[in-house]
């Protein structure tokens, strides 16, 4: 396995991309104050992915990042 995630995640051996406490804004001051270092996330994990190529994703929490990844992946033609 290989994704985005946390300690626990990587505990039980996922290769972490980037550690979700990068990817963790809370407000909508904070979300407006990091948008480049959100946008810069996100085109890394679609790089990450195309790079990757895994057999599937598999979405967990943070809905709006997720909803564009899923977008992505199904222009993509990924499962």
């Given at each position: 396995?290989?994704?985005?995630?946390?300690?626990?995640?990587?505990?039980?051996?996922?290769?972490?991309?980037?550690?979700?406490?990068?990817?963790?804004?809370?407000?909508?001051?904070?979300?407006?104050?990091?948008l480049r270092?959100?946008?810069?996330?996100?085109?890394?994990?679609?790089?990450?992915?195309?790079?990757?190529?895994?057999?599937?994703?598999?979405?967990?929490?943070?809905a709006g990042?997720?909803?564009?990844?899923?977008?992505?992946?199904?222009?993509?033609g990924l499962?």
């Amino acid at each position: 396995f290989r994704g985005f995630g946390g300690d626990y995640m990587k505990e039980v051996g996922m290769h972490l991309s980037i550690h979700y406490q990068k990817l963790a804004f809370m407000g909508v001051v904070a979300v407006l104050a990091n948008l480049r270092t959100i946008s810069k996330n996100l085109n890394f994990c679609k790089k990450d992915i195309l790079s990757f190529k895994p057999d599937v994703i598999i979405l967990i929490d943070y809905a709006g990042f997720n909803m564009r990844i899923a977008r992505f992946a199904k222009e993509k033609g990924l499962k």
